[in-house]
């Protein structure tokens, strides 16, 4: 499954912010955007809310707006 993100770094706690108009999650990561910290964060949590083994980012790496696979 494939899900596309939005990301706002540094807030008080991760976790999901809602969804945007056009079915863009929206995930608060309470890491900040350096050394992949705030990817890393994403990742895992996304692995654990959809009870998946695993996430990775296919588009976006550097963005806001991110393409996730979970698997």
């Known amino acids: ?3 596309r ?3 706002i770094p540094r807030s008080a706690k991760t976790e999901v912010a809602g969804t945007m108009a ?3 999650l929206k995930v608060r990561v ?3 955007p350096e050394k992949g910290k705030a990817n890393q964060e994403l990742l895992k949590f996304l692995a654990a809310h959809y009870k998946v083994s695993g996430a990775e980012i296919i588009s976006g790496h550097t963005a806001a707006m991110k393409m996730v696979r979970l698997g």
Do not use: H, L, R
């Open 1 to 3: 499954m494939t899900i």
């Open 5 to 7: 993100v939005k990301v």
């Open 22 to 24: 056009d079915g863009t």
């Open 30 to 32: 309470a890491a900040p």
